[in-house]
């Protein structure tokens, strides 16, 4: 509730943003930094840390959240969210922000470099992890199915892929626009382990996620079925609110609607 | 390099045998990475390797590693500030019959646009060898330009690189010739000719294009009598365009800019193709001349 909250109210006051991503990310990102990653905000740079790449990076609101959640941001810097000259950009940028480990916001790029990053740990015998939290939409860019290849290709059952499906893009349903069925079948072929979850469902996509990896000598994908807008009924599974910025009315409704939700 | 640094790593998109990297695939070979036919995973892997503490050398035709995975290059590289090589081989019109499809005469005008990237063209085995050295220790995203076509060797064994450093190969007043990759031996060729003219022609090699010698330019620009570049690259955006908006800015001097002149080569070998585009000694020597008489 608290991303969720915190993320439209940045959105809110920068008048830019995409809330609707950020809604049915945010109980995986919940999941991720709650319960699984291993990170600290007093040492960011810790070669041992696990790497998240929030490759969905236009959604980058509910990341900063999330990282303020973490210990990696404060209250004051949500307030500075695009604002001039702030670390917080629009898209996360890993020079500016701890705890940020990619550059993200073109999409496609975020799983590419997860596989680097899963190479480097298998190549220094780390344990260290690498997740990487896709948007369904942003999964139309080749280079994700180029990373998917060679994910399995170099066997990287230390690499776990999380798709946002929460199947609507920025025009319109990603099934009217490209159609990307049979989604867990795909990543089947290109020689993953899949497993569905409601991605809304925070308690179990941490089960999901504790049980990577799925199989050994074989990358892990968590086909999360989510809501676009989650948790604010006028949000849920409209399109719009792929980069609507919420009015001073919707903003309150939105709030009080999640609360409500919370008892 | 390798031997003595185990972050070194080594990329490849199926380029295992044009990259000669076999020797360090059998020696290295969990720090060996080839993923197919595929720039833009290539790239961003390396920008992954990079995150995990690796130094990763990307290898491939810089025809391909360029153009196909620019957007990774831009953002997973230059904006991200990783410490990734990009050694682009075959570069220019190396592959000459095989067509424009993979000629790389565009990639040091494109590379020089992204902040934080490096470029470094040298001229010679030995020059490269001192510029690979360097690579080892410096921080930040780098593009190597490698050219195939054969020169010979212009410079001691050991040397140095510095970077952002022309070196002066040759002392003169009436022109300065600016050069670098396989161009290099072409223009102190024509110095030799020019001299035969009396005219004297300072050549400098000019393998780091960015950052560039800045102080060596407006020397030029100051005290000869005006600069002719070359390079094996289009006349838009490389070497030329880098010292022209040096010169034009500072102390404006007529110049000449050498390259392949904004079309797309005809069939032919690489070195028929640097004669068809006057990219010989004959073509630097003729084009000082006529700047001379110019002005």
Request: aromatic content about 6%; hydrophobic content about 40%.
């Amino acid at each position: 509730m608290r991303t969720r909250i915190r993320s439209l109210q940045m959105v809110h006051r920068a008048k830019l943003g995409h809330p609707g991503g950020d809604f049915s990310s945010a109980d995986i990102l919940t999941a991720l930094y709650g319960a699984i990653l291993h990170v600290d905000p007093s040492n960011p740079c810790d070669p041992e840390r696990d790497r998240f790449i929030m490759s969905k990076g236009h959604c980058s609101s509910s990341l900063y959240a999330a990282l303020a959640g973490a210990g990696f941001l404060s209250d004051a810097d949500l307030d500075t969210y695009m604002a001039p000259l702030s670390k917080l950009n629009g898209h996360p940028d890993r020079n500016k922000v701890a705890g940020v480990e990619a550059n993200t916001g073109p999409l496609g790029h975020g799983l590419p470099i997860g596989v680097g990053c899963a190479l480097a740990a298998k190549m220094s015998g780390a344990s260290w992890r690498t997740y990487v939290l896709v948007g369904d939409g942003e999964l139309q860019e080749g280079s994700n199915w180029e990373a998917g290849m060679c994910a399995s290709q170099y066997k990287l059952d230390n690499l776990v892929l999380i798709i946002d499906r929460n199947r609507i893009q920025q025009g319109d349903f990603t099934e009217n626009t490209i159609n990307m069925e049979p989604m867990a079948e795909r990543w089947r072929s290109f020689g993953w382990d899949v497993r569905e979850v409601d991605g809304n469902n925070m308690h179990a996509v941490v089960e999901c996620l504790r049980a990577a990896p799925f199989t050994p000598n074989v990358p892990s994908c968590i086909l999360a079925h989510t809501i676009k807008g989650k948790g604010v009924s006028f949000m849920e599974n409209r399109p719009s609110w792929h980069h609507h910025v919420p009015t001073d009315d919707e903003l309150q409704k939105a709030i009080a609607e999640l609360e409500r939700g919370q008892r | 390099m390798a031997l003595a640094d185990e972050r070194i790593v080594a990329v490849v998109n199926d380029s295992v045998g044009s990259a000669k990297l076999k020797g360090f695939q059998s020696k290295f070979p969990q720090r060996f990475i080839n993923v197919g036919i595929a720039e833009q995973n290539m790239v961003g892997v390396s920008a992954g390797l990079a995150n995990g503490g690796k130094i990763p050398y990307v290898c491939g035709a810089a025809c391909f590693l360029t153009a196909r995975a620019m957007e990774q290059i831009k953002i997973d590289l230059g904006y991200s500030n990783h410490n990734v090589r990009l050694v682009g081989i075959s570069s220019g019109m190396a592959y000459g019959e095989l067509g424009p499809t993979h000629q790389s005469i565009e990639d040091v005008g494109w590379m020089r646009i992204i902040p934080n990237m490096t470029i470094i063209v040298p001229a010679d085995a030995i020059e490269t060898e001192a510029v690979m050295e360097y690579s080892g220790i410096h921080k930040g995203p780098m593009f190597l330009r490698m050219s195939r076509i054969p020169v010979p060797d212009l410079f001691e064994a050991g040397m140095k690189f510095e970077l952002g450093k022309a070196i002066r190969l040759r002392e003169g007043s009436d022109i300065t010739l600016m050069a670098n990759g396989v161009m290099v031996c072409r223009a102190l060729q024509a110095a030799e000719e020019l001299q035969k003219a009396g005219i004297s022609a300072r050549v400098l090699n000019m393998s780091s294009v960015k950052p560039i010698d800045r102080e060596a330019i407006i020397d030029a620009a100051r005290n000869t009598g005006g600069i002719v570049t070359a390079e094996e690259h289009s006349i838009y955006g490389g070497l030329g365009g880098a010292v022209a908006e040096i010169v034009t800015q500072t102390h404006p001097a007529k110049m000449r800019i050498l390259g392949v002149p904004g079309v797309f080569a005809p069939t032919g070998s690489a070195e028929f193709l640097l004669e068809h585009f006057g990219l010989t000694a004959e073509g630097i020597r003729s084009a000082a001349v006529e700047l001379l008489k110019s002005r």
